[in-house]
Structures are given as structure tokens and as C-alpha cells.
T-cell receptor, first 115, second 112 residues
Framework: DADVTQTPRNRITKTGKRIMLECSQTKGHDRMYWYRQDPGLGLRLIYY???????NKGEISDGYSVSRQAQAKFSLSLESAIPNQTALYFC??????????????FGPGTRLTVL | GQQLNQSPQSMFIQEGEDVSMNCTSSSIFNTWLWYKQDPGEGPVLLIA?????ELTSNGRLTAQFGITRKDSFLNISASIPSDVGIYFC????????????FGKGTLLTVNP
């Protein structure tokens, strides 16, 4: 079984709808991240969490919110989806700092299309 | 945000050829990572480098952490069709040790 899973893998929705993307991990890592990927722009950090009670904004947090329900679960919400949020979304996890601790492991991604 | 300078942007090679790609930065990194991404999938970690000068292999892949800590390269030997994909470098600084800085990727196409 995959260490980092994301649901759904694909989603098509309409402008104005609320959408939640979910991420679960079995790696036992404390740190979790949400990225979006757009052609030509690479991976950009949306939010990150260092533990259950810690939430931090990344480079492009506007229009998004997150919830860290447990060590293993980190969800991303789009409160009112708009077409320019159409992208590939990736969840990632990493261990605490230290040798190898910063290495991030990615989920398979969610392809979101907002019409 | 800051990007790593990754080159080449794309490569089109024949099966069996060796491939080399690299990343450079004006800043020092404590960790260099190389990922491969297949279309519609998430980046998969290939090699992680934690010490300046470190040379690490993973099958036909070899990567090195530059001695200046500002660069890294990835070599693929005897390429095969399943090597097709986008290869990303990523760097981690010390201190906060959370934010990956990514290269823009190298698109590799292997002609059978």
C-alpha cells in the first residue's frame, strides 16, 4: 500500500462550489504539506503543518484553507472554487529536522478541474 | 520564490544512451533531492544527498552533492524507455529545514 494517499484522484467541479481534498499517510511523519502544480510554474507550496496543532501559510494560500485532523491526516479545502484553481494538487510528508528529516515524500496527486 | 537553475529543460535521446542533468544555485543547500514525475502522478524520490561531495547511486542512477553545496547533478546510464518523465531537483537549507526549493524540471524523452 502507498505511504501517502490522496482522495479523490480526479475531480471536476463548478465555480463557487466548496471542495475538500484529503491526504492520509502511514509514514508516521509529523510534517505535512500541500502543493499545487501548474504547467511552467512548477510546484508551489500552499500550506504546511509541523504537527496537529500547527498550521502555516505557504506561498499561495489565498483561496485555500486546511485542517490537520490527526497526525496522519491533512485536508485542503477550496471554500468557493474558481477556474484558476484548476491544477494538480499534491500532498507531501516529511520527518522532523535532522539527517534526512527534511526529505519530502509525495502523494499521487489530485487533478482538479473547476469549470 | 527562489528557483533552482535546472538544465537542460528537455532532452530527447536514444535508448541506451547516458543522460546527465544538473541544478545550480547562488545559495548553499544542506540537502539535495532528485525526484522523477510521470504524467499525472506525484514526484517519486530517486536519490537524497546529505553531505557535500557525496556521490550516491540507485541502480542506473547516480547523483552527486557538489562540493560547494550550490549544485548537484544526476546521471542516468544506459537509458530505457521507462526512464521517460520529468526529473526535478530540490534543495533544502538548514535552519527552518522545511521548505523545498525546486528546479523547473528536465523533460526526458527516450526513443526506443
Amino acid at each position: 500500500d502507498a505511504d501517502v494517499t490522496q482522495t479523490p484522484r480526479n475531480r471536476i467541479t463548478k465555480t463557487g462550489k466548496r471542495i475538500m481534498l484529503e491526504c492520509s499517510q502511514t509514514k508516521g511523519h509529523d510534517r505535512m504539506y500541500w502543493y499545487r502544480q501548474d504547467p511552467g510554474l512548477g510546484l508551489r507550496l500552499i500550506y504546511y503543518s509541523f504537527d496537529v496543532k500547527d498550521i502555516n501559510k505557504g506561498e499561495i494560500s489565498d483561496g485555500y484553507s486546511v485542517s490537520r485532523q490527526a497526525q496522519a491526516k491533512f485536508s485542503l479545502s477550496l471554500e468557493s472554487a474558481i477556474p484558476n484553481q484548476t491544477a494538480l494538487y499534491f500532498c507531501a510528508t516529511s520527518d522532523r529536522p535532522g539527517q534526512g528529516g527534511g526529505t519530502q515524500y509525495f502523494g499521487p496527486g489530485t487533478r482538479l478541474t473547476v469549470l | 520564490g527562489q528557483q533552482l537553475n535546472q538544465s537542460p529543460q528537455s532532452m530527447f535521446i536514444q535508448e541506451g544512451e547516458d543522460v546527465s542533468m544538473n541544478c545550480t544555485s547562488s545559495s548553499i543547500f544542506n540537502t539535495w533531492l532528485w525526484y522523477k514525475q510521470d504524467p499525472g502522478e506525484g514526484p517519486v524520490l530517486l536519490i537524497a544527498l546529505y553531505k557535500a561531495g557525496e556521490l550516491t547511486s540507485n541502480g542506473r542512477l547516480t547523483a552527486q552533492f557538489g562540493i560547494t553545496r550550490k549544485d548537484s547533478f544526476l546521471n542516468i546510464s544506459a537509458s530505457i524507455p521507462s526512464d521517460v518523465g520529468i526529473y526535478f531537483c530540490a534543495g533544502l537549507r538548514g535552519g527552518s529545514n522545511y521548505k523545498l526549493t525546486f528546479g523547473k524540471g528536465t523533460l526526458l524523452t527516450v526513443n526506443p
